[in-house]
């Protein structure tokens, strides 16, 4: 099991940036896959970046370009670095890491809101 705790969710402007943390509450070296989702109101949760295996990236066609996922293992921290922010990229952002073929666990989400 790991907890994971989201943050750096706030109000920015259109074209604005903002970098949203993950924190696990273990090592997450052995965790070959995390992402990020996000889930807007009225819509359902999507994949918005997700990082297998330390190396390679899978983006949404909606933030390619603009997002960057990436971890740092020494600090149990996965991180998204969102620039150029629009406001159709307003929702709820989850943290996720897949433990198995079975199990997957989520964060309590962050809330980010674009103001255009």
């Known amino acids: 099991q790991v907890q994971l705790v989201e943050s750096g969710g706030g109000l920015v402007q259109a074209g604005g940036s903002l970098r949203l943390s993950c924190a696990a509450s273990r090592s997450i070296f052995s965790i070959n896959t995390m992402g990020w989702y996000r889930q807007a109101p009225g819509k359902q949760r999507e994949l918005v970046a997700a990082?297998?295996?330390?190396?390679?990236?899978k983006y949404a066609d909606s933030v390619k370009g603009r997002f960057t996922i990436s971890r740092d293992n020494a600090k149990n921290t996965v991180y998204l670095q969102m620039n150029s922010l629009k406001p159709e990229d307003t929702a709820v952002y989850y943290c996720?890491?897949?433990?198995?073929?079975?199990?997957?666990?989520w964060g309590q989400g962050t809330q980010v809101t674009v103001s255009s």
């Open positions: 990082l297998i295996s330390g190396i390679h990236t």
């Open positions: 996720n890491a897949v433990l198995s073929a079975t199990q997957v666990q």
